[in-house]
C-alpha cells in the first residue's frame, strides 16, 4: 500500500497538461487498491490529468463489470487480500489478452516486474513513483487499448462485408444507394453505361449485374476495349469466318456472340476504334450478328455493360466517340463516386484488403495505427480501391514507412529538413505518374532522372505506377 508521503508526492506532481483520447472522449480507467486513501489519490490524479477514473476495492468487484468491450486501461495494487494484482492480470487476461494491466508495488524488484512483461503485463511501476509516471503509462495503455479495439471494429467489419463486391463496399450514403440501384436494374435485363474512374470497380458492377440477374447462369464475358490493337479488335468483337483475312486459318467465335445468353462488359469503351463502333452500334439496335467475311446473320440474346473512364455524355471530352452509340448505350447509366468522395468507407475497405493479403501471404495481419488511417482519410486516391488495395499489400508485407505517409510532411513545423525533403521528392513523383497516367517513360522525362533513379525512389517511397494508369 502507498504511504501518506507517495500520495502528497503524487499529487504535488499532477502534470498540467491533461490527456484525452484522439476521438476527445474521456477515457476509462479502473483503479484497484484495497486502500480507500490511495485509490482517491490516484482517481484524483488521473482525473486532473483528463482520465475517467472507475474506483474498485478488490479485483473481484472489478471483474463483475468487465468483458472484451473494455475500452481502456486497468491499474491495480499487487498486494492485496483475497486476489492479489498478479491473479487479477491472470483473470483479466482470460477474459480479453489485450486488456493493458499496469500493476503497481512497493515490494517488487526486478526480476518480479521481468517475469510480470513476460506474462502479458503492460507495465510495472514500483513505489514510490512521480505522478507523471503514472499518467504516462496510462495514455499509452489507453492507447494501444483504443487501436485494439479499432482494428477488431475493423476487422469484423471487413469480414461481415465478404469477397463478392468488394469495391462496393461501405456505409456511405452513395454506396447504399448504388448497391440499392444495381440490384433494381440487374432484374430488368438492360444495357447499361458505368462511369467511373481507374480503379474505382467498374468490372465488380458488371458481374454484379450479371450475378443478381436472370442471366447469371450463363457466361460472363470481358473484354478491354483500350488493351486489344486497332487492327484486332473487330475480330476479338465479331469474330470471322476461315479465310476472311489473311491469317484467319480457322472459323472464330467473337465476344460478342460468345456472350450471347449472359453478359458481356466492354471496359474502357471511349476507346474503340470508330468502324468498330459503327458495327455495334448495328448489333445492338438489331440484336444480331455477322461475323467478318461471313453473309449471313446470327441472332443474339444479348445484355451489354460498358464502361468508360470520361463522361461520354458531354461533347468536350466525348472525343471522337459516336453520340448515336452513346445514346443506344445509355439506356440506363449509373456513376461509381471515386474513393475521395467516400471517404469513410476508406478504413473498412483498407482493413478488408490487408487482412487478405495477410492471408495471402500467410502472416498476422498487422495492426493499423492512427498515422496510417489519418493518411488514408487524406490522400485523393487518382486510383481509387486499387490503389487502395496496393496500399494494403504493401503495409502487410512491412514496406511502408509510417514518414511516407505524412501529407503533407514539408507542412509539419516539427518535421526535420531530411523528413521535408523526402516527402516533397514523393509528392513530386507521385504528380509525374498522375500527369502521365502511370507511364513510366513520361515520368522520368518529366522529372529529369536517370531510369534506375526513378525505379528505386518509387520503392523508397511505396509508390506503383498501376495505381495511376
Known sequence: ???????????????????????????????????????????????????????????AELLSTVNDAFTG??????????????QLFRRLHAIDKDIPVILITGHGDIEMAVDALHKGVYDFIPKPYPADRLVQSVQRACEKRRLVLENRRLRIAAAQAGDDDVPLIGQ?????????????????DVDVLVAGETGSGKEVVAELLHRWSRRRDNRFVALNCGALPENVIESELFGHEAGAFTGALKK????????SGG?????????????????????????????????????????????????????AVRGD?????????N??????????????????????????????????????????????????????????????????????EINAWQTPIEHDEKATLPQQMESYEAELIRRALQDNKG??????????????????????HGLVRSDFT
Open 73 to 86: 486501461a486497468v491499474v491495480s495494487d499487487v498486494r492485496m487480500p483475497g486476489m492479489d494484482g498478479f
Open 172 to 188: 456511405t450514403p452513395a454506396m447504399e444507394r448504388l448497391r440499392q440501384t444495381l440490384r433494381q436494374i440487374a432484374v430488368a
Open 252 to 259: 472464330r467465335i467473337g465476344h460478342i456472340e460468345y456472350s
Open 321 to 329: 466517340f459516336r453520340e448515336d452509340l452513346f445514346f443506344r448505350l
Open 263 to 315: 453478359t458481356l462488359f466492354l471496359d474502357e469503351i471511349e476507346s474503340m476504334p470508330l468502324a468498330a463502333q459503327a458495327k455495334l452500334l448495328r448489333v445492338l439496335e438489331k440484336r444480331e450478328i455477322v461475323p467478318i467475311g461471313g453473309n449471313e446473320s446470327r441472332q443474339l440474346d444479348l445484355r451489354v455493360v460498358a464502361a468508360a473512364k470520361i463522361d461520354l455524355g458531354n461533347p
Open 439 to 460: 507511364n513510366a517513360k513520361a515520368a522520368i522525362e518529366a522529372l529529369g532522372i536517370p531510369r534506375k533513379t526513378f525505379y528505386d525512389k518509387l520503392q523508397r
Open 1 to 59: 500500500m502507498t504511504t501518506s508521503s507517495e500520495q502528497q508526492t503524487m499529487h504535488d506532481r499532477v502534470p498540467a497538461q491533461a490527456q484525452t483520447s484522439t476521438e476527445g472522449d474521456m477515457i476509462d480507467v479502473a483503479f484497484v487498491d484495497d486502500d480507500i486513501e490511495v485509490r482517491k489519490a490516484n482517481a484524483q490524479t488521473l482525473e486532473l490529468a483528463g482520465f475517467n477514473v472507475r474506483m474498485f476495492s478488490t479485483g
Open 331 to 400: 439506356v440506363v447509366s449509373l456513376t461509381i463516386p471515386p474513393l475521395r468522395e467516400r471517404r469513410d468507407d476508406i478504413p473498412l475497405l483498407f482493413m478488408h484488403f490487408l487482412v487478405k493479403a495477410a492471408a495471402r501471404f500467410g502472416i498476422d495481419t498487422p495492426d493499423v495505427k492512427p498515422e496510417l488511417l489519418q493518411f488514408l482519410h487524406a490522400h485523393d486516391w487518382p486510383g481509387n480501391v486499387r490503389e487502395l488495395a496496393h496500399m494494403a499489400e504493401r503495409h502487410a508485407l512491412g514496406l511502408l
